[in-house]
């Protein structure tokens, strides 16, 4: 068996990059597995030169989105999640949490990119982030077209995914960091206030020996369905502390006595919009 890591999937190929090829044209055996951008595999090879993988080994992480019918996996093994917001097209925060929880899930740490400072409403963008900075998530502050060397250091040695909405300027920062990439960039539509989708699957990109990044197709929504409330709680760093401290053991923070994210919401230890967004979020929860 040879050991790769997948680099990019198209349906049922997948590149592998190998010790002798970069991107080796794979398939898996019978039936398709569930196999993603980052899922380190053993293959072999058939008499065409073609791989075929034989098994796709445990993963340390799996980043995912999941509505009520299916689950999206967006990159296995990552050791790293940088998502990345712009003040052009409108970026919204409901989104941001959300994939913030989702790396929490997997006990991945996450930094936050403020992309296009250059424009006037980037003040207000990191008005805004102030809150998650000070949940422990450091945020760059960054123009993708000018200078990137202040995420370049935060980068070494991990594998990093990146995520965002359609139009925050993923695919100008992959073309920064690696310049012979030809990731499409495309302009966003004003007159739609959206991206334009420039990147259909996610590929993995090698900066050194030790540091990669995965870019991911950007996004318009991003559902949990996969997690609990619990597993939501659990999530939430700024509700940890208070967790097990309610009066009632299966308190759901809602109007019971005795609540103590309650308490700490009122007592400005909790923003309040965090409570608003855990109960939109657990009420989407069917766990």
Known sequence: MIPG????????HFLVRTAEADALDCITRGRKQDIVCGDHVELS??????????????????????????????AANA????IMVAPRPSWSEDLLQRCLLAAESQHLPALIIANKADLPEHRATLETLALYESLGYPVIPLCAKQEIR????RLHGRLTLLVGQSGMGKSTLINALFPHADARVEAFSEALASGRHTTTHSRLYRLDASS????????QEFALAHLSRADIEAAM???KPYLGHCR???????????????????????????????????????R
Do not use: M, N
Request: proline share 5%; aromatic share 8%; charged share 30%.
């Open 212 to 219: 990669a990044v995965i870019d991911s197709p950007g996004f």
């Open 248 to 286: 009632f053991r299966d308190c759901r923070h809602d109007s019971e006595p005795g609540c103590a994210i309650r308490q700490a919401v009122e007592d400005g230890r909790i923003a309040s919009k965090r409570l608003d967004f855990f109960r939109h979020l657990a009420a989407e929860s069917s």
């Open 79 to 82: 050791t790293q999640v940088a």
């Open 237 to 239: 760093p700024d509700f």
């Open 45 to 74: 090879l058939a008499g065409d030169g073609q791989g075929v993988i034989e098994k796709v080994l445990p993963r340390a992480s799996l980043f995912q989105r999941a509505d009520a019918f299916r689950s999206k996996p967006i």
């Open 150 to 153: 202040a995420l370049r250091e």
């Open 5 to 12: 890591q997948v680099v990019a999937a198209h349906g049922r």
